[in-house]
């Protein structure tokens, strides 16, 4: 069964670093969205990209946050200048169009900012 | 914020079914009722949905009142790996998910 993928699984960074989280979303979908979740709190919306280009972005994804699909299979999320607050689950999701609107997500990536 | 209500917690002995219920007394027309769950931190897991009938899959059943202000979702012989938060999202097309708190339920051996 198709299912997306993230890695890496887990990122230590210091504050300040450039990090880069990387997800391979199901094959023929079309929609392509970033998560995160705080430890403890909802998971909350970041970023929705179709069609090479955001579509809806959330008020927690400011000018640090960018996406990228750089090629035909890979969606990233980089964080330019990392924040101790940005330790999160980041969770990756895409969506394909044909009957119904499901998201599948991955597993997610578990960010530790020091 | 989340446009459903689910209670906080539920516990179901194993073997049972689970019945878990929601209210989204504002959905609109053009909004299906999904149901998706997380299991310990790991990613959300799309479960069912339905728009006005009630629906039927391999994981539960989804039972949604004809004014459709409200539904049930429905694990029909829980299991210990059914331990999970499980979240009740009203939405249309490729919106993004907007996650409430859920409903965290516990099965009993």
């Known amino acids: 069964e198709p299912e997306v993928t993230q890695t890496p699984s887990h990122q230590v960074t210091q504050m300040g670093q450039e990090v880069i989280l990387r997800c391979v979303p199901i094959s023929n979908h079309l929609y392509f969205y970033w998560y995160r979740q705080i430890l403890g709190q909802k998971v909350e919306f970041l970023v929705s990209f179709y069609n090479n280009e955001i579509s809806e972005k959330s008020e927690i994804f400011d000018d640090q946050f960018s996406v990228e699909r750089p090629d035909g299979s890979n969606f990233t999320l980089k964080i330019r200048s990392t924040k101790l607050e940005d330790s999160a689950m980041y969770f990756c999701?895409?969506?394909?169009?044909?009957?119904?609107?499901?998201?599948?997500f991955g597993p997610g990536t578990r960010l530790t900012v020091t | 914020d989340a446009k459903t209500t689910q209670p906080t917690s539920m516990d179901c002995a194993e073997g049972r079914a689970a019945n878990l219920p929601c209210n989204h007394s504002?959905?609109?027309?053009?909004?299906?009722v999904y149901w998706y769950r997380q299991i310990h931190s790991q990613g959300p897991q799309y479960i069912i949905h339905g728009l006005k009938n009630n629906e039927t899959n391999e994981m539960a059943s989804l039972i949604i009142t004809e004014d459709r202000k409200s539904s049930t979702l429905i694990l029909p012989h829980a299991t210990l790996r059914d331990t999970a938060v499980y979240y009740c999202i009203t939405y249309f097309g490729n919106e993004k998910l907007t996650f409430g708190t859920g409903t965290r339920l516990t099965i009993i051996p």
């Open positions: 504002t959905i609109s027309g053009n909004e299906y």
């Open positions: 999701a895409s969506m394909g169009v044909v009957i119904s609107y499901e998201q599948y």
